[in-house]
């Protein structure tokens, strides 16, 4: 196999998960701006899911939140997503909209409360039994607004128990990804902060703890693509929420702020042996679409994560790595840039049109008539939303 | 007068004006925690407010927010206020929170959107005649999220073009409070981000158009006190919306992130002559008190300014002006932390006792019974809130 | 000419001026790197850029830094500089780097030394009158570093007296540009810290004093394109400083940290008519190459700027206009990253080609034996650094 | 013993130890300033090392950096040191002032500049074992500047492998401190950026390796409060590197910039149990005082971590605790408040009269006349700086 073939065949396996709740509407705390054909429950999510992943090719499985996404039966619910084609993928928890978790959840200072989020991380594990989910994704909002509420140690140490009986409650091919964030809903401390806090703990809970890099919680001019490089050295990178920011969470569509960063990140993947199914790094999508057409956004999202794999794909390794032997710092950059600033909307093409697909995704998404389908007929009922 | 008299002099004359939004409930996008006895309604609103001021004697103002404290007779909401002792504030305008403000309001592409901003402003000064409000303040969430969504440039045309047609209907008195935003809630350009961006646009409008200082609205690491500085010896500080954060625009309790900062910038306003009536600078509190309860929130916050203020005047100036000019900058630095090391509490229940107040506000309202029977009392009806 | 044909033609007269600095040695406050073959003297220097020059075909100016590039006889250097291709460009002040600048320069609490300070600035225009520079470009590492250490206010007050006499002191066709930076070598307050501060300063001296824009030299986050678009639009750009950085003034090689975000501030400079002679719009690099060649790296880095202009030439303005014009806020995204995702290698390969040139800089630069050379020839002496 | 007595008894054990390199010359790439009376060699850094503990009490230790503080005998350093009532404290290599270390040290592509920086730390090590110093503190200059300069991973491999040899050359009672930077003078990847990759590494080498937090060397924002007590709780904080910032790594005066900061961390040091020597953290200061009188600033320095001691000493922990526990959100931060904005000088003046010192460190140092005698008699020779 020559190389470029190598690099379009290592294309057509790429999975990227697409959460159900990008379907739904999202916003500020200023404004949630509604948007016409927005769909009002977990099957109509997955019929948008599922269009994604038709035009794309890859994007073939579908992440729930609960209690988002809580029906009656979830065996339907995967065989309602069979049906179209996709699958459901992560289950994630919500500790975070109940009136009960306004000083925390997990790390509550009251015991009852934390009782009740780990009941609902176990409930969480209950549906990826029903599911298949293999992946138990956990973003805390848990922390404190001001010096002094809360003992900032103690609360690390409830962290740590109540991740220790849910880790313990995971089946056979189940895994925890703990995701950490610098900051949002709390403002002075945030329990899971950083990849350190989320590394610790998992590696204290063991082997099927991992970290998840959500690409927009950091602080200002973090270098993300190191941590991606250190937990695939670590062999606790568990995935990756991917969106883009230019000042804090601002959950843009993935690569629209910095697609040079994006490049970065997937060229350590693929380096650190982060790419393709056995790595077991998961690639899902967590953005909002406030103020653009929902799923265009994300197929377009999806394309992204494509093209800067495709560059990622395209370094010249060997070159690489004897520039950087001889200390050719302009050299070695210069390999880098080149696999960057080529243009790979034409492999992707090709890719497409290889796997059977429209080479342009979002033109034949436009010409699907769907957008116009989901305007006239999801009429009435209560849009999905965050809250929903 | 001594030295210690004139600063209690100071102290007892000093004005911070309450928001009226933020004795309902507020949150972040992820949740909005409900707290009980919150307002229903404008009227109790004012009645919180009146309460603060009770207790701390230098809250006699109260801002108001339009549509959120819309009512139909103004007029007899001002005389509502004032039988309980306080006075209407700055009319703030809100243009970020009905549907057609999608893509932005006064910078809209579409000129329909922006004459309905422009009408909503000049509602606002209406209101102003009727409520006696000498002050427009005005905040913008107008930006984009996506690099080319719009034309930056034109956006600011527009902008230009709203904001002269608003400040023309200005009646005698009346001034234009422009307030800049680093970012959110749009996340790629915000139309005024900056001190320079809001200077820039008063500078043409003229005399009557000043540029409003929210200590939350900076990029990191911003010095806040230089521009205070700045905008003092330009002429062209109006006032405050003041705030503390630890990471973005946390809209936390003034002085509860960084006391150190907040006695900066209240050194600055004293050194410039912000400080007192004449000077036109408003002090104005800005904040969301997501998790704490609201009153004894906004009185922390009242007394917060209070001792930052105290603090500002307690600094020995001649001490100061005669080390830097000898450029001992030990020295010189040591004359301002000698100010601010000082506890100044016990100057301050010293100025309340002489202002017939009890020297501990939040004990005082704690045993006043107010929190009690609102919570008693206000039941039913709909919480106000931010979109209340 | 067909847009294509036009896009050439405009990339044949770009014009990006070097620092004569650049080319010397430099680092970090931990260590300067020597490297072989760098210049000893303002000849030196000038031999390395008109190389630059040769290469590239579109570096004809260079920069000087006064004192590092004092000589006797400034009409004899500009004319060695003209018989190698290339002209004087900018005059550049240095008020940093004596020993009475510890407080300051211009800003500086002690009249004397303050008098020193503007004496340099007026020399530097006598130096511009005799090497027929237009631009004197001032930065001020003035500041302070502790609260209080010197009066901030007083300090601007000192700074435009300063400005006031250079800029009367300018003559027919010269300009005073301002440059602002957020902080360092000062480390509480900066003297001109942000373009507000500039440009108000600029305003008030008249329209000979223009902002210039170190791409380096702001808060992280800030949107540099917004600013350009702004002082565009107020007709107060004077030029830029470009160089790149992921943290704070890394002054790496243009274009090497965020390549999407130079695209951005070229397509604000194109769409707001700043590109071109005739705009008065300055195109300066202003970098250190610490740690890698620094001819291949000033080379590069002009490449990159050339990559940037091309793509921001080859935004679709009218599908980007209609797009924005009708709120589509994907499809006016999408036109945009279509330029910048166009791989404009070829494009300018061929331009180069037209222009008499190798296609390839780096590569013909590698084979001329300039680099041996000078490292062969230019030893003893005493290698031009950032102080020498 | 009083709650109070426990307070002072605890402040009369304090230790903090001051760097010798800071009695020398240092300031930023752009220039350094000399000062008049600055040491010329490692005794005469001990001479004003002693002054500082003789004026505080509490400074009594000093950190040697090798080889600027290379001697030939330091037995014979460490009696000299014994002689004027100091110790010598940690050791703190330097492999970033050499040539060699262009691309890195530990961490660089050739194998034998690693080897030199391996052996200039054992070599370290060596005088541990002459001075009698528990601590070999590492801070690593290595990273990159350019994407792609070198195998982000690869250099974690080698820096794990050579840390792995120092340490197994550590003997009885000696330990190794890391040290992690965000960056500087690295600009695109720091081998050791975060506190979560020096946590990794020496979790990996055992209970001799720990964790040292430079208070200036985190994003912005970050919360150094929550890594401290997050590093105790895992017993991997080694100890503090004092200084403070406004922006970068400022390297100012410990509690000059956010006196609210520090007394934070000091609050979780004590909380955490930190604070005592059986603790094994050690306090260190690490500073340049680029434009202050250096011994004023260190005793400065000393009397600000004092103070931030003291205050945290003083939280009342039985309230805190139990607001805590009610969820008292506003309750639990007054308590911490109270302790924060009390003026602890007067507590502090009377611990110094019961330690039989001048309960003003300053003014006594003023008056002894030292600064005179060093100014008069450290004529000629060199002096000490960050390169001497």
């Known amino acids: 196999m020559t190389e470029l073939a190598a690099v379009k065949a290592a294309l057509k396996t790429q999975a990227v998960e697409t959460p159900s709740w990008a379907y739904g509407n999202s916003g500020t705390r200023f404004k949630v701006f509604a948007q016409a054909g927005v769909p009002r429950d977990p099957r109509e999510k997955l019929d948008d899911a599922a ?102 140690r103690e609360r690390q140490d409830r962290l740590a128990e109540g991740l220790a009986e849910v880790y313990a409650r995971l089946g056979e091919g189940q895994r925890m990804l703990l995701e950490y964030k610098f900051f949002e809903p709390a403002f002075y401390t945030t329990d899971v902060p950083d990849w350190g806090t989320a590394y610790a703990h998992c590696l204290k809970l063991g082997t099927k703890a991992q970290v998840v890099v959500d690409t927009g919680h950091h602080a200002p001019g973090t270098n993300i693509e190191f941590i991606v490089a250190t937990l695939l050295r670590e062999g606790k990178l568990g995935g990756f929420d991917f969106n883009s920011r230019f000042y804090a969470d601002d959950d843009l569509m993935v690569g629209a702020a910095d697609p040079f960063q994006l490049f970065r990140i997937m060229y350590e993947v693929v380096r650190g042996g982060g790419f393709g199914a056995e790595s077991g790094v998961a690639f899902m999508l967590d953005q909002c679409h406030n103020i653009e057409a929902k799923i265009p956004a994300i197929i377009r999202s999806v394309m992204n994560v494509q093209e800067a794999t495709a560059k990622a794909l395209l370094v010249d390794r060997g070159a690489l790595a004897a520039a950087q032997r001889e200390g050719d710092v302009l050299g070695a950059n210069a390999v880098l840039m080149d696999a960057y600033n080529t243009d790979v909307r034409p492999l992707l093409r090709e890719v497409r049109g290889e796997m059977g697909l429209d080479p342009e995704p979002l033109a034949a998404y436009a010409r699907s008539g769907w957008a116009e389908k989901i305007v006239a007929e999801r009429v009435g009922g209560r849009q999905a939303g965050w809250g929903a």
């Open 51 to 152: 269009k994604v992943h038709e035009f794309t090719g890859v994007a073939p499985t579908v992440a729930l939140h609960i209690p988002w996404d809580k029906v009656d039966d979830y065996a339907a619910l995967a065989k309602y997503a069979g049906e179209r084609g996709v699958k459901l993928g992560a289950i994630n928890s919500n500790t975070f909209q109940d009136d009960d978790y306004k000083l925390g959840s997990i790390c509550h200072p009251d015991a009852a409360v934390r009782r009740k989020a780990v009941d609902h991380l176990l409930e969480c594990v209950d549906i990826m039994d029903a599911t298949g989910s293999a992946d138990l994704k956990l973003w805390f909002a848990d922390g404190t607004n001001y010096p002094g509420q809360d003992d900032v």
